[in-house]
């Protein structure tokens, strides 16, 4: 997902581009599936990478929005205290540092 919006795609327009569905680009940004080894050469040079950097990519790299979400939602539910805001805080910048790392990854 990274790299297709540092490329301002859409999933609707990357499929377009790849001869998917726009359902099938979703599957693979969650993990769910994986691209067609067909794929994957196309999907690296729209994406400017390599074909090694999208298969060694893994959901370790990023836990996914969901789980961050979750993550913030249970600090803000616990008992009020100034703390709390410095919490999410401190989560938040740990998140974007870690997807500033992964985008540099690609990069190299």
């Known amino acids: 997902?990274?790299?297709r919006k540092a490329k301002k795609?859409?999933?609707q327009k990357l499929a377009d581009k790849l001869g998917v569905s726009h359902q099938a680009v979703s599957l693979?940004?969650?993990g769910a599936t994986m691209p067609?080894?067909?794929?994957l050469p196309a999907l690296a040079e729209l994406l400017g990478t390599t074909t090694d950097k999208?298969?060694?990519a893994?959901?370790?790299d990023f836990t996914g929005f969901d789980e961050i979400i979750d993550r913030v939602n249970l600090i803000k539910q616990k008992k009020r205290s100034v703390t709390k805001d410095e919490e999410v805080k401190e989560y938040l910048s740990s998140v974007i540092q870690k997807l500033n790392e992964l985008v540099s990854s690609y990069d190299e």
Not at 36 to 39: E, M, T
Request: net charge negative; proline share 0%; no cysteine.
């Open 58 to 60: 893994s959901s370790d």
């Open 28 to 30: 693979w940004e969650r």
């Open 54 to 56: 999208i298969l060694s």
């Open 36 to 39: 067609d080894i067909a794929i």
């Open 1 to 3: 997902m990274i790299l």
């Open 9 to 11: 795609y859409t999933q």
